[in-house]
């Protein structure tokens, strides 16, 4: 592949792991902490249906988009044998983005399944304490492995 391509197949993937950061800081910053003022009740009902709306294309074209470049960088990168500093960044910074999907896929996606299938079983409170806290957990792993991948990638870009 030539460095054109290869630079442009990193802006890509730079872009979509800091969209997807994105997503998962501001859930952090703004949308969980908001939840968190509600009854349980409306947190959890909230909480399906934010769920129900991040599974269109608009959202999974970036997340996926961002897992498939970086599997792609990393490969390229990992064939070429190149181990010079900015091929090194590459593959550091989209392993990242690799992890950042591999902890909504692993973690947040089984807890969002639960929270969706879980009707009545506890009380509201327990339901949403037993969601709230390992989802967030999760999400602050991921965030920062989203936002730490986009800026090393494009770091990648630099030296």
Known sequence: MNDVSLITLT???????AIAGGV?????ALVLPALEKIPSREAVTAMRWINVAAV????MSIFFGSMLTSVVLVGMEMAAGNWVPAAMARIVGSVLGIAAFGITVVGN???NNQ???DRGSETAADTWTS???PWGRLNHARWICAVVSAAVLSFSLVI
């Open 115 to 117: 929270l969706a299938s």
């Open 131 to 133: 969601f709230a806290v």
């Open 24 to 28: 998962y800081f501001s859930f952090a």
């Open 11 to 17: 802006i890509i993937t730079a872009a979509c792991t």
């Open 56 to 59: 269109r294309w608009p959202f």
């Open 109 to 111: 996606v089984p807890l």
